[in-house]
């Protein structure tokens, strides 16, 4: 369970960090079964195709989406674990939504940027945890605390991120040092880099939304709604038949809302990874 201190870092600064959340023994196992599943995922292949450019950014990385059905013996517990739920239910309220579980090994760096950006008052977010040890020179992800807020944000993209100053210069930039077993909380407003060339960074994703209805918000129903068209669009079905078969009841509730709208048990089974 998140303090309320804890709970105003995020609201603050746009993320939270709470450290050793799973032990040793448990992210062996983790670590041992993500890296399976991802070689299942490339086919047996030993090392997944990994490019990147002169600068050491990321051009070809191995992502798979949704990636938690490739060992739902290890995965599927992190969706039932209250250590993880307990923390979204605080974050983004007890009714928010599942969307998609990511496995990703990224070849290099990536350049500073943020994701989905929902409409001021709602937002979506990740559970991200690092399977290897990671500070400043290993590629550890740096952010811009409070680059969530929307001012913030639209100033760094029209003045700050083009003043010409090298990436690793940007003012306030904060590194997020991790250990195995920590796990970052983070709104997918603020902006976030990693600045290394550092290959095979190992890492895995979950991500939610906040809920809402047309009556309670019609902005940000009609946002939520083109946003989850848009991933079934890029990534297919967010649950599979067994995610749901499975589920326990917290676990249910969080894909309900998505399901009563249309969406995650709809849609080819597919697992998209090696994306440019």
Known sequence: MLTPEQIQHFETLGFVVCRGLFSPPEMRRISSAFDLAMRAARGGADEPVLERNEQGYSVKRQQVVPFFDYDPEVFYPLLDDARILD?????????????????????????????????????????????????????????????????????LKERILNLGTRPEDIPGRYPIVSEPGDVLFMNHKLFHAALSDRPGRRAIHINCSQNTTPERNPVHFAWLMKFLEGETRGWGRFYSDRLIRTAGPRRARMMARAIELGFGNTGPNTQRQDLA
């Open 87 to 155: 923390a979204f239910d605080a974050l983004l309220g007890e009714d928010f939504l599942l969307t998609l579980s990511e496995g990703i090994i990224h070849a290099g760096g990536t350049r500073w940027h943020h994701d989905a950006l929902a409409p001021e008052g709602f937002f979506t977010m990740r559970a991200a945890m690092y399977l290897d040890s990671l500070g400043p020179d290993d590629g550890c992800l740096s952010v811009l605390p409070g680059s969530h807020f929307p001012e913030f944000n639209a100033a």
